[in-house]
């Protein structure tokens, strides 16, 4: 039973920052890679950045510069800092893990309900 959490999201202003953070729990053997997704009204669901357990992170093209994706295994933690925010990053941001089960040792995908990141003046 694997859960993700997410925190962090809000109303900011052009230019501002915020940092969100998900953390995974349940019967976790090991967390391969992690990563954040957001979908905006009436688009689709598009990659923002992904961490590995090994080699180098990945970003969209839209946020390199300005987001920096991280990790900490000890909590089971991913987090995105995401500074000077734009009015076109608005969007639920979703994090994801692919996770071993510590009972199987199945490798499947899961998901964080979703935080709400809203750009506005």
């Known amino acids: 039973q694997v859960q993700l959490v997410e925190s962090g999201g809000g109303l900011v202003q052009p230019g501002g920052s915020l940092r969100l953070s998900c953390a995974a729990s349940?019967?976790?053997?090991?967390?391969?890679?992690m990563g954040w997704y957001r979908q905006a009204p009436g688009k689709q669901r598009e990659l923002v950045a992904t961490?590995?357990?090994?080699?180098?992170?990945n970003y969209a093209d839209s946020v390199k510069g300005r987001f920096t994706i991280s990790r900490n295994n000890t909590k089971n933690t991913v987090y995105l800092q995401m500074n000077y925010l734009k009015p076109e990053d608005p969007a639920i941001y979703y994090c994801?893990?692919?996770?071993?089960?510590?009972?199987?040792?199945?490798?499947?995908?899961?998901w964080g309900q979703g935080t709400q990141v809203t750009v506005s003046s």
């Open positions: 349940g019967k976790i053997g090991s967390i391969e890679a």
């Open positions: 994801n893990a692919d996770i071993v089960s510590r009972s199987t040792l199945w490798r499947n995908d899961f």
């Open positions: 961490i590995p357990s090994t080699g180098s992170t």
